[in-house]
């Protein structure tokens, strides 16, 4: 078996592979304090929850956007399953062609994605990614990547309104089932969803004339259950994109 790890600025979302199939997962909240001793106390956790066992596990792999934590949940891996953690970075084998002005800058979080949805789906692509920010991702024609786009995430988004607002309070974030919001946790829902979505498809249509075809479209990332009901059709929910990614970069480089 391999572990499978994203680490994001809101979750450290974990999977285990087995026989090449994703089989369990489970989210945790990303705290920068914690130490590599509470990280391995956390997947010990989802070990006995799951009745996983550290000696089954072959390897794991970690992708990651918080450079001060990688060190530490690297170490946490190993000391779980006593094998190395592949990190996720410019000497990893990922297959993905990168056509951007500094392909250095490009987070792997976002490579992890395109390679997971190549895998599965032919090009050209376009991958949203709804997690603290909301990214488009565009992969071409002949499969390279050429550009995204990164917005406001979705909860981001609604607290720093809530926040800055007199008149406005917190919500729990669902989809209203009309746009036109009779009630203010209404109307922020409606905006805060809804406007996702119109975004989204906007960009996704202006996304395709500027390439000048149509792209398969896909949806993921760990906010991407509030839309994926009201989003527009044409997009797939792959809610373990990611993670299919990683599985698919560890087999390159193992």
């Given at each position: 078996?391999?572990?499978?790890?994203?680490?994001?600025?809101?979750?450290?979302?974990?999977?285990?592979?087995?026989?090449?199939?994703?089989?369990?997962?489970?989210?945790?909240?990303?705290?920068?304090?914690?130490?590599?001793?509470?990280?391995?106390?956390?997947?010990?956790?989802?070990?006995?929850?799951?009745?996983?066992?550290?000696?089954?596990?072959?390897g794991?792999?970690?992708?990651?956007?918080?450079?001060?934590l990688?060190?530490?949940?690297?170490?946490?891996?190993?000391?779980?399953?006593?094998?190395?953690?592949?990190?996720?970075?410019?000497?990893?084998k990922?297959?993905?062609?990168?056509?951007?002005?500094?392909p250095?800058?490009?987070?792997?979080?976002?490579?992890?994605?395109?390679?997971?949805?190549?895998?599965?789906?032919?090009?050209?692509?376009?991958?949203?990614?709804?997690?603290?920010?909301n990214?488009?991702?565009?992969?071409?024609?002949?499969?390279?990547?050429?550009?995204?786009?990164?917005?406001?995430?979705?909860?981001?988004?609604?607290?720093?309104?809530?926040?800055?607002?007199?008149?406005?309070?917190?919500?729990?974030?669902?989809?209203?089932?009309?746009?036109?919001?009779?009630?203010?946790?209404?109307?922020?829902?409606?905006?805060?969803t809804?406007?996702?979505?119109?975004?989204?498809?906007?960009?996704?249509?202006?996304?395709?004339?500027?390439?000048?075809?149509?792209?398969?479209?896909i949806?993921?990332?760990?906010?991407?259950?509030?839309?994926?009901?009201?989003?527009?059709?044409?997009?797939?929910?792959?809610?373990?994109?990611?993670?299919?990614?990683l599985?698919?970069?560890?087999?390159?480089?193992?």
């Amino acid at each position: 078996m391999i572990l499978l790890l994203d680490l994001g600025n809101t979750n450290l979302y974990v999977g285990v592979c087995e026989n090449n199939q994703i089989i369990t997962e489970f989210r945790k909240h990303t705290d920068l304090n914690r130490s590599s001793d509470e990280y391995l106390e956390v997947l010990q956790s989802f070990f006995l929850t799951h009745k996983l066992i550290a000696n089954d596990f072959n390897g794991a792999i970690v992708s990651s956007v918080i450079p001060s934590l990688t060190l530490t949940i690297k170490t946490a891996v190993e000391k779980l399953i006593k094998h190395e953690c592949l990190v996720v970075n410019r000497k990893v084998k990922t297959g993905l062609n990168i056509k951007i002005d500094n392909p250095s800058e490009l987070g792997t979080d976002l490579v992890t994605d395109c390679v997971g949805a190549l895998t599965k789906y032919q090009a050209p692509l376009i991958i949203a990614d709804l997690g603290t920010a909301n990214k488009i991702l565009v992969v071409d024609k002949n499969g390279s990547f050429v550009g995204c786009t990164i917005s406001v995430g979705v909860k981001i988004g609604v607290k720093s309104l809530t926040i800055n607002t007199a008149q406005l309070m917190d919500v729990s974030l669902v989809p209203p089932n009309k746009v036109i919001g009779k009630n203010s946790p209404d109307s922020l829902n409606s905006g805060a969803t809804y406007g996702t979505c119109c975004m989204i498809e906007g960009m996704a249509n202006r996304i395709e004339a500027e390439l000048g075809y149509p792209c398969t479209r896909i949806l993921t990332g760990g906010n991407s259950y509030l839309i994926k009901d009201i989003i527009d059709k044409s997009f797939i929910h792959e809610p373990k994109l990611i993670l299919e990614g990683l599985k698919c970069i560890y087999y390159k480089n193992k």
